[in-house]
Nanobody, 122 residues
Framework: QVHLVESGGGLVQAGGSLRLSCAASGSAFVINAMGWYRQGPGKQRELVARITSDGSTNYAYFVKGRFTISRDGAKNTVYLQMNSLKPEDTAVYYC????????????????WGQGTQVTVSS
């Protein structure tokens, strides 16, 4: 299995910043992409940002210009720098990763973290 652990969530005032981190651990695996999703109260889980192993990125329209996703391939860690936060950004943020196993066991995988709460006050 590939295990994901998130950190960096918290309470911040509107206009403030937070930096989320997510580290993947396991053995004999290759990650194709890592990303961040969020789920606000009464809403469906939605994509925030995603980055592939070659550095290509995708962002939701509502965070364009405010959030930046980056990745440290050597550490299998993804980051989300969030600036100019708004109350509507309040949600549980989930890290995800997909890829394939490279050892004795072959096949694809998809993993999710437990989530980290981000609360933006007005």
């Amino acid at each position: 299995q590939v295990h994901l652990v998130e950190s960096g969530g918290g309470l911040v005032q509107a206009g403030g910043s937070l930096r989320l981190s997510c580290a993947a651990s396991g053995s004999a695996f290759v990650i194709n992409a890592m990303g961040w999703y969020r789920q606000g109260p009464g809403k469906q889980r939605e994509l925030v940002a995603r980055i592939t192993s070659d550095g290509s990125t995708n962002y939701a329209y509502f965070v364009k210009g405010r959030f930046t996703i980056s990745r440290d391939g050597a550490k299998n860690t993804v980051y989300l720098q969030m600036n100019s936060l708004k109350p509507e950004d309040t949600a549980v943020y989930y890290c995800n990763a997909d890829g394939h196993y490279s050892g004795a066991v072959y096949g694809p995988f998809g993993s999710w973290g437990q989530g980290t709460q981000v609360t933006v006050s007005s």
